[in-house]
Nanobody, 122 residues
Framework: VQLQASGGGLVQTGDSLRLSCEVS????????IGWFRQAPGKEREFVSG??????HYADSVKGRFTVSRDSAKNMAYLEMNSLKLEDTAVYYC??????????????????WGQGTQFTVSS
């Protein structure tokens, strides 16, 4: 499975932004999709994910971010609203076939995109 993340850039606090993740290979509807981020000097952290039909969010983004997938286009999206300074990070999409349960650590995702950076400024 190959992933290509895009959509990063420079935004201001309170803005909205959508990240995209193009997925190729694998059987799309059986893939768990995860979004993770890594801010400078910090460890990678779970942001959001889709595991089968259920969506999952980190507490820090709940209510502001929405994860979705489009099976017709083999695309996954992360819609981000009310952006905060602390959302600044490199964002990665990840995928794993037949993941038995949601993975919030990222350890069970074998396929990762290259990461897309966005910066939130005040």
């Amino acid at each position: 499975v190959q992933l290509q993340a895009s959509g990063g850039g420079l935004v201001q606090t309170g803005d909205s932004l959508r990240l995209s993740c193009e997925v190729s290979g694998g059987v799309f509807n059986t893939l768990a999709i995860g979004w993770f981020r890594q801010a400078p000097g910090k460890e990678r952290e779970f942001v959001s994910g889709i595991h089968w039909s259920r969506t999952h969010y980190a507490d820090s983004v709940k209510g502001r971010f929405t994860v979705s997938r489009d099976s017709a286009k083999n695309m996954a999206y992360l819609e981000m609203n009310s952006l905060k300074l602390e959302d600044t990070a490199v964002y990665y999409c990840a995928a794993e076939q037949w993941l038995p349960r949601p993975d919030y650590s990222g350890r069970h995702y074998e396929s990762w995109g290259q990461g897309t950076q966005f910066t939130v400024s005040s």
